[in-house]
Nanobody, 120 residues
């Protein structure tokens, strides 16, 4: 069972916060860089945030800088996305992604996605 399972999505009002979680299983989580992507209706899937395998470096899309924070707990095999000051434009299906060394047999994994809807 090699998988990523997202949770924490839902309906939230603009300006409120939400925290997404992605639980990994079936592989050595600490060897993988993790990312959050999102895809809104009619739009391409876009990178939201990324974090290195040890959590030492992060990157964010300009649209979420200062509002979103990606973090990970390797002991719990979980990556998080804290989303503050949510806007209607943040409405999308959010996906968890794991990228490992190219030499690994399993080097790219996607979760099933979790819906985030920001609306008043």
């Amino acid at each position: 069972q090699v998988q990523l399972v997202e949770s924490g999505g839902g309906l939230v009002q603009p300006g409120r916060s939400l925290r997404l979680s992605c639980a990994a299983s079936g592989f050595t989580f600490s060897n993988y860089a993790m990312s959050w992507y999102r895809q809104a209706p009619g739009k391409e899937r876009e990178l939201v945030a990324a974090i290195t395998s040890a959590g030492g470096s992060t990157n964010y899309a300009d649209s979420v800088k200062g509002r979103f924070t990606i973090s990970r707990d390797n002991a719990k095999n979980t990556v998080y996305l804290q989303m503050n000051s949510l806007k209607p434009e943040d409405t999308a299906v959010y996906y968890c992604n794991a990228v490992g060394p190219p030499r690994y047999l399993i080097n790219n994994l996607w979760g099933q996605g979790t819906q985030v809807t920001v609306s008043s």
